[in-house]
């Protein structure tokens, strides 16, 4: 089956630095990647999502990059904001199942003022 | 419209006692999963709905564990008999498409349980 490795584990940045997150995944079937962003005591929030037809996709401050070749996709934050502190996952389809989701451990983010 | 929704929010159980956990998906949406958070970790799937059909239970730890949707909106995740190792965030999401289609999942802000 799938699995999804992510990292760093922890990243802490300056306010208005870039941050950038790295997943890998082994199944070269999965098409679908999404990322979450998960704050404190709230369910995972949907922040962007890319399929394996598209190699980059941008909205506004957030992009994603996908590298099929390799099995690698990463987020890119720029400008961050105090408010873009989260744990941050990355996920990719089990195609060999209904559609869940298999997600890699999480990046907790700190943006210092 | 609204989100998903979960309730109760906090549970705490005592070993060996039942719980039942209920996710109200978002209207229409065809599919429904459970997965569960263990502290510091990633969402790991437990078991897949389409409409009021269980369709993958593999992520299930235990035949403690048991979930329904009869009628193809409200699910329950039941745990009978709780241990500790159950202990965890529950979360329950949903997504417009039916099987076979990679779409986007909607997550409720999940279920804290603490067995003591």
């Known amino acids: 089956g799938e699995n999804v490795e992510q990292h760093p584990s922890t990243l802490s940045v300056q306010e208005g630095d870039s941050a950038v997150i790295k997943c890998t995944y082994s199944?070269?079937?999965?098409?679908?990647f999404p990322w979450y962003k998960q704050e404190l005591g709230k369910g995972p929030q949907l922040i962007i999502d890319?399929?394996?037809?598209?190699g980059e996709k941008k909205d506004q401050r957030i992009a994603v990059t996908l590298n099929k070749t390799a099995k690698h996709f990463s987020l890119h934050i720029t400008e961050t904001q105090p408010e873009d502190s989260a744990v941050y996952f990355c996920?990719?389809?089990?195609?060999?199942?209904?559609?869940?989701?298999?997600f890699g451990k999480g990046t907790k983010l700190s943006v210092k003022p | 419209g609204a989100g998903v929704s979960q309730s109760p929010r906090y549970k705490v159980a005592k070993r060996g006692q039942d719980v039942a956990l209920r996710c109200d998906p978002i209207?229409?949406?065809?599919?429904l999963f459970w997965y569960q958070q263990a502290l510091g970790q990633g969402p790991e799937f437990l078991t897949y709905?389409?409409?009021?059909?269980?369709?993958?239970k593999s992520g299930l730890p235990s035949d403690r564990f048991f979930a329904e949707r009869p009628e193809g909106s409200v699910s329950t995740l039941k745990i009978q008999r709780t241990q500790q190792e159950d202990s965890a965030v529950y979360l329950c999401?949903?997504?417009?498409?039916?099987?076979?289609?990679?779409?986007?999942?909607?997550f409720g802000p999940g279920t804290r349980l603490t067995v003591l």
């Open positions: 999401a949903s997504s417009a498409a039916g099987t076979g289609v990679s779409d986007t999942q909607y």
């Open positions: 199944d070269s079937a999965s098409n679908y």
């Open positions: 890319i399929r394996s037809n598209v």
């Open positions: 996920a990719a389809s089990d195609m060999g199942s209904q559609g869940n989701l298999i």
């Open positions: 209207s229409g949406h065809v599919s």
């Open positions: 709905f389409q409409n009021e059909a269980q369709l993958d």
